[in-house]
């Protein structure tokens, strides 16, 4: 692998932001790139009454701008429970620790993304992607099965088994005011032999991403996604032949000409304006 494919890519991926992000009463970005570091995938917070849970925890390298960022949305008396880390990949899980060690939180994440965490794998995770070494901790709620309904203050959140970028990828769902929100960390990929993709099960997952109609889209690096007919466009346009394409390259280098020339020809991209 060239290594700095990756960089490049997740380069390419990012969304630019100044200050905190306000996308709902009780719901905020507060980690990403332009927020705390540049390695961070975006870091999401929803608050519950007197609880909170922090969606991802980027790669830790941004943790002191982080601190502040949550201090800003959130009251003195308002706890910080859960932590719901959505795969393994150091972008969103590397500050993961540090900010249990803050708070006191319990980090929560499937059963099958939290062995390469335990185990401190940096391939797997992805930390050599980065130039860094994952840390191994341990996650206090593993996740099992399909759905588990988390009850966090005076709300909740469902935790759904979405595998094929990870192993273990999860989604995050939850209504605030009257709205579905999807926390859909990396719904673009990348599908990837070394973090042990795959590609099937991502497509699947898409499909059943796409039948949750959500009305705003919070992703990991291309921020927030709304209205529910943009939701719409941008997975369907990531399970499309084209979308497929602009991830073959990293998934199977030798199948990557055929494909985008397959794509071109037979299905136009979503036009996300109209």
Known sequence: MNNTEPEHIFALNIQVAEVNI??????????????????????????FGDSAALIDAGSGRGQEQLIKNIAECLEPHVKLEYLLLTHCHFDHTGGANAVRDE??????????DAVYIESGDNRVTGASWYGAR?????????????????????????????PGHSPGSVVYTTE??????????DVHGPIHS??????????????????LDGDVLLEGHFGVIEPK?????????????????????????????????K????????????
């Open 103 to 112: 708070y006191g939180c319990r980090i929560v994440m499937h059963e099958l």
């Open 263 to 274: 794509a071109a020809t037979s299905v136009q991209p979503t036009d996300m304006n109209d």
């Open 176 to 185: 605030v005011d009257g709205e579905l929100i999807i926390f859909g960390q």
């Open 22 to 47: 306000k996308i709902r009463n009780n719901l905020w970005q507060v980690g990403g790139n332009g927020l705390t570091d540049p390695s961070d995938a975006a870091v999401y917070i929803v608050r």
């Open 194 to 211: 070394e973090l042990l993709s795959d590609e099937k099960q991502y497509l699947d997952s898409l499909t059943e991403l796409l039948n």
């Open 229 to 261: 007919k943009e939701v719409r466009g941008f997975i369907e346009y990531w399970r499309s032949p084209i979308g497929v394409s602009h991830y073959a390259i990293l998934y199977a280098p030798d199948d990557w000409d055929p494909r985008r020339g």
């Open 134 to 162: 994952i840390k191994p901790f341990t996650i206090d709620i593993k996740l099992q099965g399909r759905e588990t309904i988390l009850d966090i203050g005076s709300g909740n959140v469902k935790a759904i088994f979405s």
